[in-house]
């Protein structure tokens, strides 16, 4: 294998298309026939619902039919109406808590689906709406975790009660330990409710073929393989009357392409009226039917040495679950409580972790799930530490990261699902000697806590590992076209970050020819690969790179077989050079063997670390709460970068998601449930203007020995150390006030708050 | 209603009702469906065009509202096959991911370097603070702009 | 998000616009430059039967400058107030506000006359227009008619204007050459609705505050002038102890509630940190 394109900051492929407006997004489909489908969603948060009058709808010149879960009456559900099921961490326990794709007899978030209106425009379905009558009898809403842990109010009257599942993190005796522990201390800690808004809202468009029995879903994303499994059981269909075509995709980050609700009723509608049916989410839905994520109170208590020496961590974490399981639901759950240590070396571990379920959105993952949460209780914890115990901040963290010798270090197991995980390589003090070092710390800490100018400096800084590459396994298939050029199938799926691209330079490589070469990368829809896993966990270059390796190995070995009986040599002395295939002195050209396609797979169930480290200089305002950024520094060991110029990508663009989690963004309800942040003047994303200081150092000193191309996930990295980061900075700048950030996000009112509360202590 | 204007250096005549958004005329009776709805309220400014040369919301704007006018979209910017100087600095900075925002950034970074091809990096955040973009960060999309911006200077008499 | 169904009408005449609304009983709209409305329609929280388009009515598009003040059309973008290098001395205030409008796009089509139609009690023209004693020249179906700032607006989202009315003019009292001002404003991000900002003037009368005007936005279900800090800031010497019992009065002056950007006492304390600083900048 060459090394010519591995490594290089190739510009990406996909750019010509998106840079013109050329692009395919599931929104740019049109079939002829097409209808469009409109949801009617809950106004209420809690209540049963006793009865939905669409005749009033029917009337309207344009609208064809209102689908409803009367309508519903598939004999593998109890009720007729199909669930969706969960797909990571499947527990029996769940059961009850999933979701129905369309109420019935309740509903239980403002914002679940409770008619689907099919009509001749958008515009008319939307007319269409405000004439459905709908009769809900309401019950006392459970807005807060807190709420729901009383009990007094139940979503699930069949479980009579709102915690879902309890998780529990162990490692050593940590009870034990506490007992003998000269130094403790104990915070109540809580992290907004944020959500992986993509720019593109979600979309799907079904094709229903009756007389050849096939449908066709576009607008797949992140999991196809996964979706059409849930998909077929559901509607009634082999698997392989289903095909799912990922168009182009306007960002995943976790949330977008697990199945919804909506995943079924377009389809099904379709099906329903024999006509295509398309559905595109509108923004106001977006923030109200993409799974949440985030949002959790943590009461945790440390204990160390007077040294510094972190000997155990116990204590509770509290998820708002929202009003369903969702798919990946419990992930952010059962990552906060077993991955909050991050890279430090704590001996005994006892954190549990309770799933509330609330009448809110329901959660799913999102960039950094349960990490983002963790690393910010962690961070926070340690800057107490190291103040109580009079230790600097720096020092204390070096005490305690995992040692290079280390590795693989056994993280906390999360049962019931005995989840083990370990970390497998790296220097986590390099990561953070080099960023002390690019941040020039030794002077710009002096700063810390000054007022100047009218505003007081912070410097904070983060250590955090992201776990990536979830096996287990992937798929790629390598294919000669007709014209000699070589396109390449992936069982992954494109969110956005540059796949074309990575996987062609990862098989030029491998097959050792020019990129240009590589014609086509094709991801994300069913009918390409045998089987796809999809792009979650940071997992696209590990697993889908190291297969398309595999896939290339098959790929040569055909070839050289084929070409060897051609030409009359030996195997082993055929080779490819650019577009010929030689051997003995004789070529002939590659595309003389059109169609010789050869699939891959890589297998694994070990996690891969990326690590490093966050740095942080802010200015903090005060009277006015206000934070800015002066700079930012990243550092991340990815263990090999494919590309430098998309991972850099992906940190600076994951820390912005980060810092908009830490200062801007929060999903907020009233009391009684009703959802507040409708609309992009509510929930606040970054703007180009919000932190313009950022700078990122992305090195390759230990490559990961899961995977034969030493890679690490790289996509979460620049988000879950960000919050700790900045709450440190705050602390940090407003110490003349005994000020301790506890909760996220701090917003200027927060921040002014803190300060108020400080000063009347 | 009929309605009249130029998109992209072309006459075009349209049949829509009242509240037909223009960004919703432009992709869906045009199909130019490179201009992108991203919020329907104004605020992410994926639906970017130039009116009459200047960015607008298409969105914030109906397509009656648009007869007379002259109207680009992100397929107008760029004629041939090959890209844009700016276009090109996206590409190069990889101030781009997923490409659902980057329509609207292209248009209305192209019209404040079109105005202003002198503007400072401050400037350029200030105006691209008016568009979402999810993926990037922003920073390789300001430092894209920002060295776009020899190619607007020249083009200046 | 698509907007409720309406007729839309492009008169060419201010009489055909106000016929047009009269002849709509309150059913109809005026369209400016619909950087507010149109979101509404969109959240359907306004379903006109009839949208009356007022951009061929080049008459509301003028900026004056005129012996007794600015008049500013209806129909005068945000982008024509910034470009218009005469304002810088004719009414720097104005300008200084405009600046914190919104976003480049917006600005393109954002028109004055809208904004005081929409009346956000956090929107920065119709704040001018009370700190500044504004004069709001409307015509409607019984005539025109001039309504003074103070009066017009009533409430959030809520004016003097008929349903027949459409503004015209934006009319700005004389700004003297020797007079000093500050505009101060914090949003939670550039361009976003202010979580509170303050404008505030006075004539410097060889070191004495004369005609001192405080105007707040963004703590209140209205813009609001503050009549108990301009009387701390009349005949008066604006030094460090004025301002801060300026700051103090401003402050005392509000009762903002808790919304979901930020909490009442705090937009409460935020408002005096506004008036001591845009204070400050008019001293310096």
């Avoid at chain 1, 005749?55 to 064809?64: E, M, N, P, R, T």
């Avoid at chain 1, 999991?223 to 009634?236: C, D, E, H, M, S």
């Amino acid at each position: 294998m060459k090394n010519t394109f591995i490594g290089a900051s190739i510009e990406r492929r996909e750019d010509l298309r998106f840079l013109r407006g050329r692009g395919t997004y599931v929104d740019d489909l049109q079939v002829p026939g097409l209808l469009y489908a409109v949801i009617l969603r809950s106004s209420v948060a809690h209540g049963r619902l006793r009865s939905v009058d669409a005749s009033g709808a029917l009337k309207i010149d344009g609208v064809h039919a209102v689908i409803t879960a009367k309508d519903m009456t598939s004999k593998d559900y109890p009720s007729g109406v199909p669930i969706v099921p969960m797909r990571l961490q499947p527990l029996p326990e769940f059961q009850p808590y999933e979701q129905p794709v369309i109420a019935y007899e309740k509903v239980r978030y403002v914002g679940e689906p409770i008619a689907v209106v099919l009509a001749s425009s958008v515009a008319v379905g939307e007319d269409a709406l405000e004439q459905i009558q709908v009769k809900i009898e309401e019950m006392p809403a459970v807005a807060t975790s807190q709420a729901a842990s009383k009990n007094q109010s139940v979503l699930f009257e069949v479980t009579g009660t709102n915690r879902s599942l309890t998780f529990e993190a162990r490692k050593g005796d940590a009870d034990a330990a506490f007992k003998e522990a000269p130094y403790t201390r104990r915070e109540r800690m809580r992290t907004g409710r944020h959500y992986g808004l993509t720019m593109e809202p979600r979309g799907v468009m079904a094709e229903w073929d009756v007389t050849n029995n096939k449908l066709t879903v576009s607008g797949a994303a992140k999991v196809p393989f996964a979706n059409r499994r849930i998909l077929a059981k559901q509607i009634g269909l082999p698997e392989s009357a289903i095909e799912m075509i990922e168009n182009d995709v306007g960002g995943g980050y976790g949330a977008r392409g697990e199945f919804y609700p909506e995943d079924f009723l377009i389809p099904f509608a379709a099906m329903h009226v024999n006509r295509p049916v398309k559905w595109i989410e509108d923004r106001r839905e977006n923030l109200m039917a993409m799974n949440h994520a985030r949002e959790t109170e943590a009461d945790l208590e440390i204990a160390c040495q007077r040294d510094g020496t972190i000997i155990a961590l116990r204590g509770e974490v509290h998820t708002d679950m929202g009003a369903y399981m969702r798919t990946n639901g419990a992930v952010g759950a059962r990552n906060a409580p077993q991955f909050v240590t991050g890279p430090y070396r704590v001996p005994h571990h006892k954190v549990d972790s309770h799933l509330w379920m609330t009448n809110k959105t329901p959660v799913g993952t999102y960039r950094g799930p349960g990490r983002f949460e963790g690393c910010f209780y962690m961070e926070r914890l340690l800057d107490m530490v190291a103040a109580d115990l009079n230790i600097d901040r720096i020092e204390l963290r070096r005490r305690n990261l995992i040692g290079k010798a280390e590795h693989p270090y056994k993280l906390a197991t999360a049962q019931p699902t005995n989840a083990h995980d370990q970390t497998d390589s790296g220097d986590y003090q390099a990561t953070l000697d080099r960023c002390l070092k690019e941040f020039n710390y030794a002077d710009v800490s002096k700063l810390g806590g000054k007022l100047i100018d009218g505003k007081y400096h912070g410097i904070g800084v983060s250590c955090f590992i992201e776990g990536g590459g979830a096996g287990p396994k992937e798929s790629s298939r390598l294919e000669v076209n007709d014209d000699g050029t070589i396109t390449v199938y992936m069982g992954t799926a494109s969110v956005g970050q540059g796949v074309e691209t990575i996987y062609a330079q990862i098989a030029a490589d491998a097959l050792e020819v020019p990129i240009e070469r590589i014609r086509h990368v094709y991801h994300g829809s069913t009918g390409i690969v045998s089987d796809g896993y999809g792009a979650y966990h940071s997992r696209s270059v590990v697993m889908g790179g190291s297969a398309v390796l595999d896939a290339a190995e098959k790929f040569m070995a055909l070839l050289r077989q084929a070409a060897g009986k051609r030409l009359g040599c030996a195997e082993a002395k055929v080779t490819l050079d650019v577009d010929r295939v030689g051997g003995d002195g004789i070529t002939l050209p590659l595309k003389e063997f059109a169609g010789l396609t050869a699939e891959g797979a890589f297998l694994n169930h070990k996690h891969t670390y990326s690590y490093g480290t966050h740095a942080a200089h802010i200015t903090v305002d005060a009277r006015l709460g206000h934070i800015e950024i002066v700079d930012y520094v990243v550092v991340q060991d990815v263990g090999r970068a494919i590309n430098p110029l998309t991972v850099r990508g992906q940190v600076i663009g994951s820390l912005v998601q980060g810092l908009g989690g830490a200062v801007l963004e929060d999903l907020k309800y009233d009391a009684q449930g009703q959802f507040l942040t409708g609309s992009l003047a509510d929930y606040l994303l970054p703007t180009a203007s919000d932190f313009p200081n950022l700078r990122c150092f992305v090195t390759e000193d230990h490559p990961s020995p899961t995977n034969p191309l030493g890679a690490k996930g790289a996509g979460e990295g620049g988000i879950v150390a960000a919050g700790g980061c900045m709450a440190n900075a705050v602390a940090n700048a407003l110490q003349s006030f005994g000020v301790q950030p506890r909760d996220l996000p701090l917003s200027p009112s927060a921040v002014w708050q803190l300060v108020q509360d400080a000063r009347n202590r | 209603m009929t309605i009249k204007f130029e998109v992209n250096g072309k006459q075009v005549e349209v049949e829509v009702e009242p509240r037909l958004t223009l960004a919703d005329c432009l992709r869906h009776h045009l199909r130019l469906t490179g201009t992108h709805v991203g919020c329907e309220h104004g605020v992410c400014g994926a639906c970017t065009v130039l009116v009459d040369s200047r960015a607008v919301r298409s969105c914030l704007m109906l397509a009656v509202q648009a007869d007379g006018a002259k109207v680009v979209t992100v397929e107008g910017l760029s004629r041939d096959e090959g890209l844009t100087p700016l276009q090109t600095s996206f590409r190069k900075h990889h101030a781009l991911q997923c490409g659902f925002c980057t329509p609207g950034m292209i248009t209305t970074a192209h019209a404040l370097l079109s105005e202003e091809p002198d503007c400072d990096a401050d400037r350029v955040r200030e105006v691209l603070s008016g568009n979402l973009c999810r993926c990037t960060g922003y920073i390789s999309i300001v430092e894209a702009v920002l060295d776009a911006r020899a190619a607007y200077k020249k083009a200046v008499p | 998000m698509k907007l409720p169904p309406f007729e839309y009408a492009c008169p060419t005449s201010i009489s055909e616009a106000v016929a047009l609304l009269a002849a709509h009983d309150g059913e109809a709209k005026p369209l400016a430059g619909g950087q507010s409305l149109v979101p509404m329609l969109a959240f359907r929280v306004a379903s006109p039967s009839l949208l009356v388009d007022l951009r061929k009515l080049e008459v509301l598009r003028q900026i004056r400058i005129t012996q007794d003040g600015v008049v500013l059309g209806a129909m005068v973008r945000w982008r024509d107030i910034l470009e218009d290098a005469r304002l810088l001395t004719a009414h720097p205030l104005l300008v200084a506000a405009v600046e914190h409008v919104a976003h480049y796009q917006i600005r393109n089509r954002g028109t004055v006359g809208g904004s005081m139609a929409h009346a956000d009690p956090a929107a920065e023209m119709p704040g001018i227009a009370v700190t500044c004693d504004a004069q709001i020249a409307v015509i409607g179906k019984s005539g025109s008619r001039v309504i003074a700032a103070d009066d017009f607006f009533q409430g959030p989202l809520m004016t003097a204007l008929t349903s027949d009315e459409i503004i015209t003019e934006i009319r700005l009292p004389l700004w003297p050459g020797k007079r000093r001002f500050g505009f101060q404003e914090f949003a939670r991000r550039r361009g976003d609705f202010a979580l509170a900002a303050a404008a505030v003037f006075y004539d410097d009368d060889n070191g004495t505050a004369r005609n001192a005007r405080v105007g707040v936005i963004g703590v209140g279900d209205r813009p609001l002038r503050l009549p108990s800090v301009e009387a701390v800031l009349n005949g008066q010497k604006i030094s460090e102890a004025v301002i801060a019992k300026a700051e103090a009065a401003a402050s005392a002056a509000v009762d903002p509630r808790d919304d979901i950007h930020a909490s009442g006492a705090y937009r409460k304390a935020l408002v005096g940190v506004m008036v001591e600083r845009a204070l400050k900048a008019a001293v310096a």
